[in-house]
């Protein structure tokens, strides 16, 4: 999933002064499974068909069944907050994502991070980072794709 001559940061904690546009966080992969599948529909009531059917996903066209889009970005998320080099953030203030290709039982996916944008806000000690998202499966096809606004703090907050 590496791209050549892209900046990647090393291992750590990064408050917003501490990166830069065109940074770059690679995330871990993780296996979508049908069990995961099965659990993302109990818990939102997301019962369409293609999720829950073999048998329908292939009457639609699908080789499997098809993970819901917003159980990818949730693990997406997830992958981030677990990548070996994070960032110091207080909260996400929003998402703006496209999906572009099913996900299937079975598939992998993991995802490149750019540092797109840092706008520091009045306060000082924070800023609004923007991540872009390149989510990819095993075979590199690019699956899903969008933007994450992230509340950074310079530096780590004590309690």
């Known amino acids: 999933m590496s791209k050549p ?7 750590g904690r990064y408050g917003f ?3 830069a ?8 992969r993780v296996a979508v499974t049908t069990d995961m599948i099965d659990g993302f529909a109990a818990m939102t009531g997301d019962r369409f ?6 048998e329908a996903a292939l009457r639609h066209g699908f080789a499997a069944r098809v993970a819901h889009g917003l159980l990818v970005l949730s693990l997406i998320d ?18 703006d994502w496209t999906f572009q290709a099913p996900v299937l039982a079975g598939d992998t996916i993991g995802a490149l991070i750019t540092i797109a944008a840092i706008r ?15 989510v990819t499966n ?13 509340m950074v703090y310079a530096h780590e907050r004590r309690s």
Request: charged share 20%.
């Open 78 to 95: 997830g992958l981030k907050n677990q990548a070996a080099a994070q960032f110091k953030a207080q909260a996400s203030l929003g998402w």
């Open 138 to 150: 095993q075979s590199g096809v690019t699956v899903q794709r969008g933007t994450n606004r992230l």
């Open 21 to 28: 546009p065109g940074d770059v966080v690679e995330t871990g």
């Open 5 to 11: 001559d892209t900046a990647f940061l090393p291992e």
């Open 17 to 19: 002064g501490d990166i």
């Open 120 to 134: 520091p806000v009045s306060a000082g000690d924070r800023a609004i980072v923007t991540l872009e998202f390149d």
């Open 49 to 54: 068909e293609i999720h829950m059917s073999h």
